[in-house]
């Protein structure tokens, strides 16, 4: 069975520090592919990055980077030069190949509420 | 560009009262997906469908149905709302792919 832990419920980092919010994973599938969604206080879920697993170079998206290390199964998610409006939940999810059967569909971690303070 | 559209943003129920809810994409994705937000449990899967006419369990399946008679619109009803489906449902899409799209949610009470 696949799943995703992220083992920080909250998070603080100060306006301008970088903040890395931690993600494990587990599949047994060999091909598959890591997110991340961003969930401000006004709710609408927002895509940020994406790491397939035969990705050979970190995936980064302007401020945003994964480090993804394979061999320790982890996809943590880096942001850098925090902003006041980086204040969120965050959240790290998984698909599994096709193979396996999941279809598309994505496994969510139980989310990191991150708060930037000025 | 509409995305992913879900009615009604919110609603109050009684327990026993049925409801759907409806979701509409417009990027004409095969692939359409139910979620239940809950404090401290992430998204959890209810439903989906990787096509017109077909649906499939998710992780939390019990209580719901879905229909897919579109393949624009995935509907999740309620037969008997319990006090326990009181969550935030999204509704998201995916052309598999990609990321998933989402709506923007609808808050559900049950009483």
């Known amino acids: 069975a696949q799943k995703i832990t992220q083992t ?6 100060q306006e301008k520090e970088a903040v890395t919010l931690d993600c494990t994973y587990d599949t047994s599938d060999q091909s598959y592919g890591l997110f991340w ?3 401000p206080s006004s ?9 397939g697993s035969y990705d050979e170079q970190n995936a980064t998206e302007g ?4 480090n993804f290390q394979k061999a320790r199964k982890s996809a943590n998610l880096v942001i850098s030069a925090s902003q006041l409006g980086d ?3 965050y959240f790290c999810a998984m698909r599994g190949s096709s193979r396996s059967g999941n279809t ?3 496994i969510f971690g139980q989310g990191t509420t991150l708060q930037v303070k000025p | 560009n509409a995305g992913v559209t879900q009615t009604p943003k919110f609603r109050v129920l009684k327990t026993g009262q049925s409801m759907t809810l409806l979701c ?5 994705h095969e692939y359409m997906y139910w979620y239940r937000q809950d404090p401290g449990m992430g998204l959890r899967l209810i439903h989906y469908s990787v096509g017109e006419g077909t649906t499939a369990k ?5 209580g719901y149905n879905v229909s897919r008679l579109k393949k624009q619109n995935f509907l999740l009803g309620l037969e008997s709302a319990a006090p326990s489906q009181t969550s935030v449902y999204f509704c998201a899409s995916t052309s598999n792919t990609g990321e998933l799209f989402f709506g923007e949610g609808s808050r559900l009470t049950v009483l």
């Open chain 1, 8 to 13: 920080q419920p909250g998070m603080f980092v």
């Open chain 1, 37 to 39: 969604y961003k969930q």
């Open chain 1, 43 to 51: 709710g609408e879920m927002i895509f940020l990055i994406y790491q």
């Open chain 1, 63 to 66: 401020r945003y980077s994964l």
């Open chain 1, 87 to 89: 204040s969120a939940m």
């Open chain 1, 104 to 106: 598309g569909k994505l």
């Open chain 2, 24 to 28: 509409a994409q417009d990027m004409n």
């Open chain 2, 58 to 62: 998710g992780e939390v399946p019990d």
